[in-house]
């Protein structure tokens, strides 16, 4: 499936870092509940999901068959509701390890973008991070101090 930013939106209780997530985050997991187990890999803005048991909840548009199959064109997918509080939790994972990472890596991590702006800007971070200040205000992407 191929992500991108939220340019707006009508759903409630998004975290803040939504966009980050969704289009710069490295994740997997193995995401399981009574009737279902799937794979999960989130590689940038491109997420793969591999059943191992098969789910009965509908996702169109989103198959790549092994000798036939290709990547793009399809602009609209459809996937199941729980598919958003998947995300949506796994943001929050992710918020929560941004939120314990130490103030020297902060600070080492502010000197690397600031040495070198172009790629930094180049990155894709800087637009997600626009994207979830202009949805959530300037305080959710500011570096909040310790203690």
């Known amino acids: 499936m191929p992500l991108d930013v ?6 409630g209780g998004l975290p803040e870092n939504i966009n980050r997530y969704l289009a710069r ?3 997997m997991d193995l995401p399981c ?6 794979t999960f890999a989130k590689l940038g803005r491109f997420a793969l999901f591999g059943f191992i048991v098969p789910q009965r909840t509908k996702w169109e548009g989103s198959k790549v068959h092994v000798l036939s199959g290709t990547l793009g064109g399809r602009v609209n997918y459809t996937l199941p509701e729980d598919i958003l509080e998947f995300f ?4 929050r994972v992710h918020a929560k390890i941004a ?15 600031l040495g070198d702006l172009e790629r930094a800007r180049q ?10 200040e202009r949805m959530f205000g300037t305080e959710a992407v500011l570096r909040r101090p310790k203690g």
């Open 88 to 91: 949506t939790s796994r943001a």
């Open 99 to 113: 939120e314990d990472i130490s103030d020297t890596q902060h600070d080492k991590i502010e000197r690397a973008v």
């Open 25 to 27: 985050s490295i994740d």
């Open 6 to 11: 939220i340019e707006a939106t009508n759903v």
């Open 123 to 132: 990155s894709g971070t800087l637009e997600a991070m626009l994207y979830d």
């Open 33 to 38: 509940g009574k009737r279902s187990a799937m």
